[in-house]
């Protein structure tokens, strides 16, 4: 997704097996660490998707728009005051680069986000302030 289709392909497995859990696909929402991130993974996963009959929904500047049933892709500074079933932050190694004060703020924020579901991909090491959790981490729902 955006450069690394393995991250994409990896979503939408997540994305169908809370769908097939679920019984229906609810509310979901992917996180950036940028603004200017949101249109571009909103249109790769929403390619990913297709076949399924997914919708990705891009939420510029924090706008909620789209239906309940659409996966949306926010910035995650304009996260706060959502609620989703399931959440995913996208390339969370790369938010602690770019926000290494506010690293922590914006993934508990993300993280009370989610109901039931929480997801996490990075694109190189695990942040710091979160590599004692790694025992935690799973690749899937299943296991």
Not at 32 to 45: F, G, T
Not at 76 to 99: N, P, T
Request: proline share 4%; hydrophobic share 45%.
């Amino acid at each position: 997704m955006c450069n690394d289709p393995d991250v994409g392909i990896w979503l939408a497995d997540r994305v169908t097996e809370i769908e097939r859990f679920v019984g229906q696909l609810p509310s979901i929402a992917i996180l950036v660490p940028e603004e200017e991130q949101v249109r571009s993974v909103a249109e790769a996963l929403q390619e990913t998707l297709a076949e399924q009959n997914i919708n990705v929904v891009a939420c510029p500047d924090g706008q909620v728009i789209g239906q309940d049933n659409d996966i949306r892709v926010f910035d995650v500074q304009h996260i706060k005051g959502l609620e989703f079933e399931a959440v995913f932050f996208k390339d969370v190694d790369h938010l602690a680069e770019v926000y290494p004060d506010l690293f922590d703020k914006f993934l508990y924020v993300g993280a009370t986000r989610a109901a039931t579901f929480l997801g996490l991909t990075c694109s190189g090491s695990l942040p710091t302030a979160i590599s004692d959790l790694r025992s935690m981490f799973s690749t899937n729902w299943d296991g």
